[in-house]
């Protein structure tokens, strides 16, 4: 049986003067991500769920220190890749679990057709269909943002950037390639995000010290709910 591995994970709000520093720091170090553009750049859009009470936001909202969430993601616009992902958090500690998922297959679910999701041998589409069944769990709303990520082998370091953060509002068609959308967060912040195994090397820790700035809880999610 598989080990289950949780992650540390850090986050942060920096302005641009900080990202431009840290990220001058980091390239001397790190990797960029191999799916980056020559912007060193990728897009990603994710769909999440939430059932008819909001339990996910209001979790995230009141600190509940075990919760998790269900999303559906891909990147670059490609349709061909998409996975379906289940995030699960205890205090600072992060699991993610993921499954591939089709473009018709999302489309059912957004459409409400989930019986494909019982009869599946995918124990993450089984998960799904019972939160579906059992606690109501619906797509809720759709988030984009543009990503630049950097890789560091010892500790197995993601460092990444989120900016233009915004929000589709109350449409969950996330393959409208005409979705109008709005800023979630000021475009002025960045996101700064940490991911890493058992330890941050003190390297990694030094570079990304920012004067007046501590690591807070930001949910590009819950951002996105203030508009619906």
Known sequence: MEEVKFRHELKHYINFSDYISI?????????????ANENNEYKIRSLYFDNVYDKA?????????KRHKFRIR??????????????????????KDSEKITKEECEKIINGDIEFLRDSNK?????LYSEMKGNLLRPKTIVDYTREAYIYPIGNVRITFDKSVRTGLNNINMFDDNLATIETIDNKYIVLEV?????????????????????????????????G
């Open 195 to 227: 991911k890493f195994d058992e330890f941050l090397p003190q390297i990694i820790r030094d570079i990304i010290q920012v004067k007046e700035r501590r690591a807070t809880s930001i949910s590009k999610y819950e951002a996105a709910r203030i508009y």
């Open 23 to 35: 990220k001058s720091r980091l390239r001397s170090i790190m990797h960029i991500d191999k799916n």
């Open 123 to 127: 124990k993450l589409f089984i998960d």
């Open 74 to 95: 891909f990147y670059n616009d490609n349709h061909e890749f998409i996975r379906l992902e289940k995030k699960s958090k205890i205090r600072g500690l992060c699991l």
């Open 57 to 65: 936001l209001m979790e995230k909202v009141i600190g509940v220190p």
